[in-house]
């Protein structure tokens, strides 16, 4: 059963600093892998999609790479601001159990001091 | 671009009754939707997935006979919460596959926040 871990569970960092938040899974057989950001109260925002033929994808200051083979992704955020202060998820999408299906990890808590 | 509608966004209703949420894809097909529940400072739990045209399939743990799940066509999957009581309080997201133009990807509903009183 594909399980999904990110570390660290809670980060704060002052505001200006770049920052990494660590995702891996156990299954690398992935279709694709999407970050995500909640904010308190709200649904998800989709932040970057890798699709499991791709590297990586950037968005802004947001940079997301995938190493299948290791079952690990990084989402890189440059130049930190206080708005980006929330939690960030990353799932994966798989084939388990003769159907598709979607693991999210359990989240990274993200707090910008400015 | 892609957009699912998750409707209704809230919902209080009293002890033992049924309430009924919606997430519709609406201007792409999903033959696959997800549907999950998440507690109060959790993460995400799947609850099941929703393939069109058959059954869910359930995570461990979730009663398949509480949580009724259809998905009638290929834009609409519903989650039913049968017979309500407050613990199953919670935030409900759904989420829809889309695989237009060989892209895959996931677009997600805003959830539903449940109160049962």
């Known amino acids: 059963k594909q399980e999904v871990t990110q570390i660290p569970a809670a980060l704060s960092v002052p505001e200006g600093e770049n920052l990494v938040l660590n995702c891996s899974f156990t299954?690398?057989?992935?279709?694709?892998l999407q970050w995500f950001r909640q904010d308190p109260g709200k649904g998800l925002t989709s932040l970057l999609l890798i699709q499991s033929s791709q590297r990586e994808q950037t968005s802004g200051r947001l940079n997301a790479s995938l190493d299948k083979s290791s079952g690990r992704s990084t989402l890189y955020i440059a130049a930190s601001q206080p708005g980006d202060s929330a939690t960030y998820l990353c799932a994966v999408l798989y084939s388990g159990a003769g159907s598709y299906q979607l693991t999210f990890g359990k989240g990274t808590k993200l707090s910008v001091i400015p | 671009g892609a957009v699912v509608s998750q409707h209704p966004s809230r919902v209080i209703c009293k002890s033992g009754t049924s309430v009924k949420i919606e997430c519709r894809s609406l201007?792409?097909?999903?033959?696959?939707m997800f549907w999950y529940r998440q507690f109060p400072k959790k993460s995400l739990m799947l609850m099941a997935t929703s393939n069109e045209g058959s059954k869910a399939t359930y995570e461990q743990g979730v009663e398949k006979d509480k949580f009724l799940i259809n998905h009638a066509s290929l834009t609409l999957s519903t989650l039913t919460v049968t017979s309500a009581h407050p613990e199953d309080s919670s935030f409900y997201i759904c989420?829809?596959?889309?695989?237009?133009?060989?892209?895959?990807?996931?677009?997600f509903g805003n959830g539903t926040r449940l109160t049962v009183t």
């Open positions: 201007d792409f097909q999903a033959t696959t």
């Open positions: 989420s829809a596959r889309d695989r237009t133009g060989g892209v895959d990807s996931l677009h």
């Open positions: 299954d690398s057989a992935i279709y694709n």
